[in-house]
């Protein structure tokens, strides 16, 4: 028993350390033979044609794959999962990058530490100091959601003129040619100011016209639209979304037939096209329209396929049969958005965006750059709502007193303060990773989804946190009030671009289970191969390497638990046990997805609730990774200890809290297996503590590095009675009176001062106890404060 005992435990130790096929079968054979002389005869006949046979069909792959391979790959062809026309586009889109290394169980850090920080260039710094600032002098919030509903003329024509429809196109065009970061900057400023204004300029450089003409045009429509484009001569919109097809394009009702019609006096090979959409923005004042329709050649005319499929076009808006329908109104925030029709409305083949090859295409080039509004354009307008309330609602909580404290000092307050600060921290951390992928070339489809999810969210929580802290101020809607715009679009963030509910539920974990999964999509891949000899050879290397995948993780995982990460490589760092602990939990989280899509196989697409539980673990995998990122590319700043720990520590409790959600409506015998394995000595992980989220709450309620690092990249107001720049003078100046108010409360406890005395200030002076000049700033604060705190009223 004791040498049994030892096997095991060798073999066990082998699996984590990811010794060959062959180290373990010379352990085994050796194991035998020393084994031999103290086992009976029964046990040695049952063990060593067990070792036989096994050592046969692991090496030699003439005998396994007839007896094992062959038998297995026919079941696997039976349940896989079928996938629609949609999924598998989706699967095909993009690239796996760091979202890959959290799947395999052993990230490699030392990879994601070699990126480069995502920075701006000189350029681009210029144009936001620049051009950027200019515009949002310019913007008037309230003015634009209450009178004008809409940006005022000047700035729609310093908008266009000045380059900002094209962000994303090359120089070559006329176009600025910026990076992500750049991009998610520009937004973030301008979303700060004015919602509208950021909307209008993230929709042509995301997706549209002019990022699908850059990967799909012909270079003859690369060469005509994009310097119209760059130049503002044309606005672009693009027209996805119907009123019965939403998320699920298979089912796109708006279709074009390939016909013979006339087109600018000529008669041409062309397109009747039939649509109806809505919740298009810019669509009420584009002159080009982008289309997504399906369509079909009845009669022929381009090839032997009927239904060719999703297909995109160019078409000019003044093209007869066009209908632009009247404006929606999203929730006060007024944006151009509307619907638009077209009946009978013709168009030369050529308006294909890619020619007459780009013909059915459309889904895979919409997948394939959804990643600029999934990963630039949404979470840039969350970081800059999540800055303007970190700064704002950080110096409100510092001016606004009650029982003679600021009102950020009880603990109640402060502990929102902390989700405020430490969630603004983290979501710039993971713009900046986000950004420095695109910036490589990289268009990562899950981690995109990822970060449009996670940081649409965490916005909504912050500007939740800003109101209930502002209380009355926050809901009264009026110039001075800071937080109304961001408030009542927080819905349109989580709807668009792939609805929250949808892509935590189905998209996340769905697409990332197949395709960043190391073996999934190689099975999958194999099993759909024709030629059975090559699918075959194909799945005995995928399937057997997934074995080996699945014992490795479950070894690993068990490892981990019982000596709490303590052994796992992990770079050189201060927070050499954070990276420790992520990648206990990136092992844990591949050992689940192998056993969920084991026990369910495709069964497991229905079960949403625990596909979100999985997209909750990877994305606070993600989030934790880029929060180490952020803190090793800041290593030199003083401000990012606490706020780093505070992140971390509640990441790995909300990982621990998901896994231990989904091995509860797990059947027994696999709840108890994966217990046993993650959790073997229990479930330690634990939130940040008070004192720690103190610390983080500081970093908004004091003036200083900090703070400014935090909220960096806003717009600074300088009209004498901006608000905002009004809120600023009072936070400075009750920082500055704090210490005179407790010297006054001090007096006024002992008697030698009357709170309800009118002229306290003046006796206080000539008591000594203040100075003329403190008590001229004492009145200048407070005189501030009474400014700040008053609610306008009509």
Not at 144 to 168: C, M, Q, V
Not at 633 to 643: G, K, V, W
Request: overall charge neutral.
């Amino acid at each position: 028993m004791i040498s049994i005992l030892l096997f095991l435990f060798a073999f066990w130790i082998m699996l984590v350390f990811q010794a060959s096929r062959l180290v373990h079968t010379l352990v085994a054979a050796v194991f035998l033979i020393v084994a031999s002389w103290s086992l009976n005869s029964i046990t040695l006949w049952l063990l060593w044609p067990l070792f036989v046979i096994t050592t046969l069909l692991l090496h030699i792959a003439k005998i396994r794959k007839p007896l094992l391979t062959q038998p297995i790959l026919s079941v696997f062809r039976k349940i896989k999962p079928k996938l629609s026309a949609t999924e598998q586009a989706a699967l095909n889109a993009g690239d796996v990058w760091w979202d890959g290394d959290l799947f395999s169980g052993r990230p490699n850090w030392n990879k994601l530490l070699s990126y480069p920080p995502a920075v701006l260039s000189d350029e681009e710094q210029a144009f936001i100091n620049g051009p950027v600032e200019n515009l949002c002098e310019l913007l008037d919030d309230w003015k634009i959601t209450h009178e004008l509903k809409d940006l005022p003329p000047e700035a729609w024509e310093f908008i266009k003129s000045n380059g900002f429809f094209a962000l994303i196109i090359p120089k070559q065009y006329g176009g600025l040619e910026f990076s992500a970061m750049a991009n998610s900057c520009l937004i973030s400023k301008l979303a700060a100011r004015s919602l509208s204004a950021a909307v209008t300029v993230m929709v042509p450089n995301s997706l549209g016209p002019a990022e699908l003409l850059l990967h799909y045009g012909t270079e003859d429509q690369r060469n005509y639209y994009l310097p119209r484009l760059a130049r503002g001569e044309e606005i672009p919109c693009f027209a996805l979304t119907g009123p019965e097809a939403g998320s699920d394009a298979a089912s796109l009702p708006d279709s074009g037939v390939i016909c013979r019609g006339d087109w600018q006096g000529k008669n041409v090979l062309g397109i009747r096209l039939n649509w109806e959409k809505r919740y298009i923005t810019l669509g009420p004042v584009a002159t080009l329209l982008g289309l997504a329709f399906r369509l079909y050649d009845p009669d022929h005319l381009l090839g032997d396929v009927t239904d060719i499929g999703i297909t995109c076009a160019l078409v000019p808006v003044n093209t007869p049969g066009i209908d632009i329908g009247k404006r929606h109104n999203p929730l006060n925030v007024p944006f151009m958005n509307g619907p638009n029709s077209g009946r009978d409305v013709f168009i030369p083949v050529d308006q294909i965006i890619g020619g007459v090859t780009g013909a059915g295409k459309g889904w895979q080039m919409l997948m394939d750059c959804l990643s600029a509004g999934r990963a630039i354009s949404l979470p840039a307008l969350s970081l800059g709502a999540a800055k303007l309330v970190a700064r704002n609602t950080g110096a409100y909580a510092r001016v606004r007193r009650q029982f003679n404290l600021p009102i950020g000092h009880f603990e109640g307050i402060e502990e929102v303060l902390t989700r405020i600060a430490g969630e603004t921290w983290v979501m710039t951390a993971a713009r900046n990773l986000t950004c420095s992928a695109l910036d490589q070339g990289f268009q990562p489809s899950v981690i995109s989804a990822i970060v449009k999810l996670n940081l649409t969210e965490r916005m909504r929580l912050i500007v939740n946190d800003g109101m209930d802290i502002e209380g009355g101020k926050g809901i009264c809607t009026g110039p001075s009030n800071h937080l109304a715009s961001a408030y009542q679009a927080i819905p349109i963030g989580i709807t668009v671009e792939g609805a929250n509910i949808l892509t935590r539920t189905m998209i996340i974990f769905g697409q990332g289970a197949i395709r960043c999964h190391p073996w999934i999509l190689k099975e999958l891949q194999a099993a759909d191969n024709k030629n059975q000899d090559q699918a075959i050879d194909e799945f005995d290397f995928a399937f057997f390497g997934h074995i080996a995948f699945s014992l490795r993780n479950a070894a690993s995982a068990l490892f981990y638990g019982l000596t709490s990460s303590r052994f796992v490589a992990s770079p050189t760092s201060p927070n050499k046990r954070f990276y420790q602990h992520s990648t206990r939990f990136s092992t844990a989280f591949a050992l689940t997805s192998d056993l969920l899509m084991g026990s369910l196989g495709g069964n497991l697409k229905r079960k949403e609730k625990q596909t979100g539980r999985m997209a909750d673990i990877l994305s606070e995998l993600y989030m934790l990774s880029a929060a180490l990122k952020y803190a090793e590319d800041h290593q030199n700043s003083t401000t990012e200890t606490a706020l780093l720990h505070w992140n971390v520590q509640r990441s790995l409790a909300r990982i621990q809290e998901s896994l231990l959600a989904i091995m509860r409506n797990l059947p027994l015998p696999l709840h108890l297996l994966l217990r046993g394995l993650i959790f073997p000595l229990g479930a330690h992980f634990t939130p940040p503590n008070d004192t720690l989220g103190r610390d983080v709450a500081t970093t908004i309620l004091e003036p200083g590095e900090q703070r400014d690092q935090l909220t960096a990249g806003l717009y600074s107001p300088t009209g004498e009675n901006d608000p905002e720049k009004l809120l600023e003078e009072a936070f400075i100046l009750a920082v500055a009176t704090d210490p005179l108010e407790k010297k006054l409360r001090q007096q006024i406890k002992k008697g030698n001062l009357d709170i309800q005395d009118p002229d306290l200030l003046t006796k206080a002076v000539a008591k000594t106890i203040i100075s003329a000049d403190e008590s001229e700033l004492l009145i200048k604060a407070r005189e501030l404060r009474r400014r700040i705190i008053a609610v306008d009223a009509f």
